[in-house]
């Protein structure tokens, strides 16, 4: 590989953890939160509201549901009238976060679904509000589960973040596909999938000893 494409190469890197990293922790601040209020507003629920929750989980449902190649076409008019253009890395962190969200939001619901109901009962019983009920259960109680959710995340969005180059998003999927497909330099492409592994496989070790750490079964 030539001093160029090397220096191309780290470009790109750098690109792809930054489009994942700013939308993970998008997705994060604003998934969690539609997590809690699907646990909150369900029937039983400590804040119950059906309807409420009717029409948020069908929101949410909506935009997991679209394609993300789709849904990164069909947001351009929305990431240009928010950053300003809709080709490059800040570009592509719009879209990322907009498909992200609502994907960690159910992995969130599910993790807070596994607390243990008792748990939430004897804090009511105790005089806590619903405030008190999710700072103090909820959320410590749900944590491995919510942070082994938030690695799952991060993981599709670095595959997310290459299906983004198609459209000159940068990263290391445009890296790939301008380099290593259309100009037929193998040596790109093998580096691409390679560094791929090495973050995907870094960011699952971490995120699996951070669990492991937080876990109060084990």
Do not use: K
Request: glycine share 12%; aromatic share 6%.
């Amino acid at each position: 590989m030539s001093p160029i494409l090397f220096e191309l190469l780290l470009r790109s890197i750098w690109e792809t953890v930054l489009m994942t990293a700013a939308s993970g922790l998008i997705s994060l601040v604003c998934g969690l939160p539609l997590g809690l209020a699907l646990i909150a507003t369900e029937r039983g629920g400590i804040a119950e509201s059906p309807w409420v929750n009717r029409v948020l989980g069908a929101v949410i449902n909506g935009f997991r549901s679209v394609p993300f190649i789709i849904l990164l076409v069909a947001l351009i008019p929305v990431t240009r009238l928010i950053v300003g253009t809709s080709i490059g890395t800040w570009a592509a962190i719009v879209p990322l976060s907009i498909a992200a969200t609502p994907y960690y939001a159910r992995i969130a619901e599910v993790s807070l679904r596994e607390v243990d109901h008792g748990l939430i009962e004897a804090a009511r019983a105790m005089g806590g509000n619903r405030w008190t009920i999710i700072r103090e259960v909820l959320v410590p109680e749900a944590l491995p589960g919510i942070v082994a959710g938030f690695t799952v995340t991060l993981v599709t969005l670095i595959g997310a973040s290459a299906m983004a180059g198609a459209i000159g998003a940068g990263g290391l999927g445009d890296l790939a596909i301008r380099y290593g497909y259309q100009r037929f330099e193998t040596s790109v492409m093998i580096a691409v999938v390679i560094v791929l592994i090495i973050l995907v496989c870094g960011i699952q070790w971490v995120g699996d000893r951070l669990v492991a750490r937080l876990d109060r079964r084990g």
